[in-house]
């Protein structure tokens, strides 16, 4: 590399990398919502396993002893709760800077880089708040929503169920938020250490395909039917069947997402559209993108839509759109 080159790379490490992960790390401290606050734990891990990387060394694995006394020795137990955070951003970088080092598929990277956070998730969650402290909070709350209701001449009475049932509900499906907010974590973690090193003049040792190449594999079929079939069961079993269903929903979303945004990469449509369809997605059209995503596993819409632009240009020309779009899926 020329001097040039690589005083280029090490102001880009020095000046833009420890910034942005110091502020992933503030703003998801700060979130309260758990697929916001995941945000937390992406830009340490990130910078630690980038700086391993630059180094061609494991110095991550010499951190975790330090961390794990904060565990035991930390006299107040709500700080020795928080201690849990530290240890999580190791192991995440620890697991990040193994799969950078041992070139892993990039699938199971995220799902490696998944459990930590999703475990620190719940058990900060259950430690802290717990489903007794969300109806205790929902009891608080219903007085002054039932005096919103009178106020706009509604019936409080009548309502006191529904919200009951919608508190029930939120509690019901809670692990599957924690579940979705850990996978968008391995995702977000492993997307910006990529990029970082590949910004910085470092090969990453791991391929990303592109977000419009996002497919499930058609096995995923057998769980997701499974899980919805055992909501009928009832009791715990149902309850677990029904978020875990919940969580390979949102996978297949995000594949119905992808197809569309095929669709537009290959068709190179407006910005705009783009983000007004994202939007649409995650406020409305969302159990639509679930549906497509499920049906493409025995439809190929973005094989077909790829082939349709070979064909428009010339025989026998590989998996791309005439006006230069992105491979399809294989």
């Not at 700060?30 to 916001?36: N, Y």
């Not at 058990?123 to 009178?150: I, K």
């Not at 850990?182 to 090969?203: D, F, H």
């Not at 919805?228 to 069961?233: C, E, H, K, N």
């Amino acid at each position: 590399m020329s001097p040039e080159r690589e005083a280029e790379t090490a102001s880009y490490w020095g000046r833009h990398v420890p910034v942005t992960a110091a502020l992933s790390l503030a703003g998801g401290l700060l979130a309260p919502i758990p697929i916001v606050n995941a945000v937390a734990i992406i830009g340490v891990p990130a910078m630690l396993a980038v700086l391993c990387r630059r180094r061609g060394e494991s110095a991550v694995m010499r951190w975790l002893p330090a961390l794990v006394p904060l565990l035991i020795l930390l006299p107040v137990a709500g700080v020795r709760i928080f201690a849990v955070w530290p240890l999580a951003l190791v192991v995440t970088a620890i697991i990040l800077e193994q799969a950078l080092r041992l070139g892993w598929e990039w699938r199971l990277t995220t799902l490696a880089l998944a459990l930590p956070p999703a475990g620190t998730f719940i058990g900060l969650w259950y430690a802290m708040v717990g489903e007794a402290g969300v109806r205790e909070y929902g009891a608080q709350l219903w007085p002054a929503y039932a005096d919103l209701l009178d106020k706009i001449g509604l019936e409080s009475g009548t309502f006191e169920a529904q919200f009951e049932q919608s508190l029930e509900t939120i509690i019901y499906v809670l692990p599957s938020q924690f579940g979705m907010a850990g996978i968008m974590t391995g995702l977000m973690t492993l997307a910006v250490t990529v990029w970082w090193l590949q910004r910085s003049g470092t090969e990453p040792g791991i391929g990303l395909e592109p977000y419009s190449c996002w497919e499930l594999p058609r096995w995923m079929l057998v769980p997701f039917g499974v899980c919805l079939l055992s909501i009928a069961t009832g009791g715990t079993v149902a309850r677990a069947g029904a978020n875990a269903a919940i969580v390979i929903a949102f996978l297949y979303f995000l594949q119905g997402f992808a197809i569309i945004w095929y669709s537009f990469e290959a068709r190179g449509t407006a910005g705009w559209i783009r983000l007004l369809f994202a939007l649409l997605a995650v406020i409305i059209i969302w159990p639509g993108l679930i549906i497509l995503g499920v049906v493409e596993t025995v439809y190929p819409f973005r094989r077909l839509m790829a082939g349709q632009g070979g064909d428009a240009t010339e025989e026998g020309s590989d998996e791309s759109d005439s006006s230069g779009g992105p491979p399809a899926p294989r």
